[in-house]
């Protein structure tokens, strides 16, 4: 299954550039960046619009819903810093999906990878508990990331070698994945005496993320995951292993043909992509207010869904490491304030869930538009003889 | 384990599997249509969740199961429609699209079980219909036929599918869309209706599905399905798109799902085990996967937008 180009719309910004043509003018490149935003951005509103509907069925206020939202979310410097960890996951996913989707690869197993890197990082934090924080962090990171790579290579190697549809492989990967870690919460790793309940003991202080300074929530983990971004930028855009990768996922035949190797690439892309994962799992467990790996991972689990989220924040972001970044803020805005739409109105939290899968449909939706609006851009930009 | 091998625990094992199959095999021959013509549909857990609270929330307000059943086609065919709407005219990307639709259906489907009915009522699902005769063979007819209605029209779709996707025209339409989509345009097939029509009917399977599970349970909970959608999809490719081969996965997966309830029944695994036992329909799926996979090609066009290049 090959992805159309129009899911690319950033790219123009990283194409080599013709020395004997003018640059396109500052001005011209933030009218495009602004026209790709436009039409997710609509479709954001479009959902809500469908929320408000259900809302007011529901006997709700959408109106005081939707401005608790708003203020839940971006309203003061605490919301912020909800809002800031909320979006950690789906960005450090979304950077993932870039990678994977622009090697062609559909990544849908985001959930088990995180669960992995979760519990790696938890089985070497519950190892040598006693490493001093400034060894020990990095070591915990680094774990889950591994965790994450081997959930996604495996797909991968079963896509390169063996054919098998990694749309298929990630999903029943999913599955295992959730299985095993109620497998190992109820046994290896559960806390001593807490029979029911499916967690951890509290982990090593000396895994915990450092805060950052100010008052509040804030930690290491979101500094992580801009790093991440970065570094995926440069993976993807700036090294060779990138070309290779985008090459693939544009024309697999062709880059074969030309002798890239085509399997080993699928591979390295869901290795990648699952890393990413595997780290925010790591983060999800260290930067948690309990500090312990608890039960289930999906909707209602530690995950919160983001190896879906993620997905849909990548989309938003036109599968661009950088512009990831302010979807995802803007998408753990919408999850965070919608905790605080649920409380002021007293709706269940299932809304957020069902208001989740409105965004998503509609956002999916608009990208043609999307590529139709960048294409209707460019016309007006050289019709008009390069002068805006 | 010798508890297990008594031929009446055996007997009653493999008819629990029938059953278990039956909303797999449902939903994957809906899947089996739409993929056929090039159509992914993800979402298919999230339809049949919204079908299986339908005919649930039907069955508690009516005291009628086959009226909650028909309710669950219904809006299982609604769903297709804007699904169909999505994929065809919107052309947004199959994969995630279905993803959304999934997460719709929990979300939903949990929210209005909180809202309409609270804590989980069971309701009187459909009995089981004996087959004069056949049902007193000693063993087969326990294991064949002594089960509910939609066990036999699940089972009954098998050739029913087959007949269509095979011997007519539309099936004809459904195969060249699928296949070759530009070829199929130029004849005058029109590939936006064609996809719609198996988008609906896919949907409608799935609805049906879900409502079938919920009255075999007879009850409804937030994530009734828990995973049956996406291994109904599974199920396509493990059946090769062939109705016949989706049938022999959906009779695998239920019947090994059943041995593991059972052992869990009888003790022989217990509580933290059962979850490794539980991987053991993902994991073999994607073992038959691969030794399937080298043989067998999807439909050419499947998951690509169509786009008319004139």
């Not at chain 1, 599968?319 to 998408?331: D, S, V, Y």
């Not at chain 2, 219904?74 to 429609?81: H, I, K, N």
């Not at chain 2, 947004?92 to 909180?114: K, M």
């Not at chain 2, 049906?208 to 009255?215: D, F, I, K, N, S």
């Amino acid at each position: 299954m090959e992805l159309t180009e129009e899911l690319e719309p950033f790219d123009d910004l990283e194409r080599p550039t013709d020395p004997t043509v003018e640059p396109d003018a500052l001005s011209y490149k933030i009218l495009k960046v602004c026209a790709g935003l436009i039409v997710p951005f609509a479709a954001v509103i479009a959902a809500l619009a469908v929320g408000a509907i259900m809302l007011v069925a529901l006997g709700a206020n959408p109106l005081s819903g939707y401005s608790a939202m708003i203020s839940g979310a971006f309203g003061g410097w605490d919301e912020l810093a909800d809002t800031a960890l909320k979006s950690m996951p789906l960005l450090l996913v979304g950077v993932g999906i870039c990678i994977a989707f622009r090697a062609g690869v559909i990544n849908l197993g985001g959930e088990g990878q995180i669960i992995m890197g979760a519990i790696l990082s938890t089985v070497v934090a519950l190892a040598v508990p006693g490493l001093p924080r400034i060894i020990l962090v990095p070591i915990v990171l680094l774990a889950g990331a591994l965790g994450g790579a081997i959930w996604g290579a495996i797909p991968g190697a079963l896509k390169a070698y063996a054919g098998v549809s990694e749309i298929l492989s990630t999903i029943m990967m999913n599955i295992v994945a959730a299985q095993f870690l109620s497998f190992l919460l109820q046994d290896l790793l559960i806390e001593e005496g807490a029979i029911r309940i499916q967690q951890t003991e509290r982990l090593t202080e000396n895994a915990d993320l450092p805060l950052l300074p100010g008052d509040t929530r804030l930690h290491l983990g979101v500094i992580i995951a801009l790093l991440v971004a970065v570094l995926g930028y440069i993976l993807l855009f700036r090294s060779a292993l990138g070309v290779r990768l985008r090459a693939v996922g544009h024309n697999a035949h062709a880059s074969r043909y030309a002798g890239m190797p085509v399997g080993r690439s699928v591979v390295q892309a869901l290795a990648f992509s699952g890393a990413c994962a595997g780290v925010a799992g790591a983060i999800l467990v260290f930067g948690s207010e309990s500090h312990r790996l608890i039960g289930e991972g999906g909707a209602i689990g530690f995950t919160q869904n983001a190896g879906f989220n993620g997905i849909v924040a990548a989309l938003f972001g036109g599968l661009h490491p950088l512009a990831t970044i302010p979807a995802a803020f803007l998408f753990g805005g919408m999850l965070t304030g919608g905790i605080e739409l649920q409380r002021e109105l007293q709706v269940p939290a299932a809304m957020i869930v069902a208001l989740n899968g409105v965004v998503v449909i509609f956002v999916v939706s608009s990208l043609k538009m999307r590529s139709r609006v960048n294409a209707a851009v460019e016309k007006f930009h050289t019709d008009s003889g390069g002068k805006t | 384990m010798s508890d297990f091998f008594t031929i009446s625990v055996i007997v009653a094992t493999l008819a629990s599997g029938i059953r278990l199959a039956t909303p797999f095999l449902l939903a994957a021959l809906g899947e089996t249509i739409g993929q056929r013509s090039g159509v992914l549909n993800l979402g298919v857990e999230g339809v049949m969740l919204i079908g299986a609270f339908a005919a649930y929330y039907t069955a508690l307000e009516t005291g009628s199961a086959l009226l909650g059943l028909v309710v669950a086609m219904t809006v299982g065919a609604a769903m297709g429609l804007v699904y169909a709407f999505i994929t065809v005219v919107m052309q947004a990307e199959q994969g995630i699209s279905g993803i959304g639709i999934y997460l719709f259906g929990l979300g939903f489907t949990d929210l209005l079980f909180q809202k309409l009915v609270g804590t989980p009522v069971p309701i009187e699902g459909l009995g089981r219909i004996e087959i004069p005769l056949l049902s007193d063979i000693p063993w087969f007819g326990e294991i064949f036929f002594q089960h509910s209605l939609m066990v036999y029209v699940a089972f009954l779709l098998v050739p029913a599918v087959w007949f269509m996707i095979n011997r007519t025209t539309f099936g004809l339409n459904i195969r060249a869309v699928g296949e070759t989509p530009e070829a199929a345009d130029t004849l005058g097939v029109s590939v936006e209706w064609t996809r719609t029509a198996t988008i609906v009917i896919g949907n409608t399977f799935a609805g049906l599905a879900g409502g079938a599970l919920a009255l075999e349970v007879g009850i409804f909970q937030q994530n009734l399905t828990a995973g049956q959608g996406f291994i109904a999809i599974a199920l396509v490719y493990f059946g090769a798109w062939r109705s016949i081969g989706v049938m022999a996965g959906a009779l695998l997966f239920g019947i090994v799902s059943a041995t593991v309830l059972q052992w869990k029944t009888l003790g022989i695994v217990s509580g933290a085990a059962s979850s490794l036992t539980a991987m053991a329909p993902a994991i073999l799926t994607i073992v038959v996967l691969v030794i399937v996979s080298r043989r067998i090609a999807a439909p050419g066009a499947l998951a690509k937008p169509f786009h008319r290049s004139a």
